[in-house]
């Protein structure tokens, strides 16, 4: 089971850090048009870091992407 909650507050934290950089969230529970929204943002460059839950194991093709860690996978 994917803990939702923990992903939304290291998104928060991350933000904190990186305050002038636009972070977002993708996690299974969200819509298919939110995430399709989420992922057009990052693939764009529009949103520059992505926290993710273990639905970003399933495949992600962002080129532009330089670093992905996958914790508790």
Do not use: C, Y
């Amino acid at each position: 089971m994917v803990d939702v909650t923990a992903a939304s507050k290291w998104r928060e934290e991350v933000q904190r850090g990186l305050p002038t950089v636009r972070v977002g969230l993708l996690h299974g529970k969200m819509s298919g048009d939110e995430k399709a929204e989420t992922l057009t943002a990052f693939k764009s460059g529009n949103m520059r870091v992505l926290v993710a839950t273990s639905i970003v194991e399933v495949g992600m093709d962002v080129p532009e992407a330089t670093i992905m860690i996958v914790e508790n996978a």
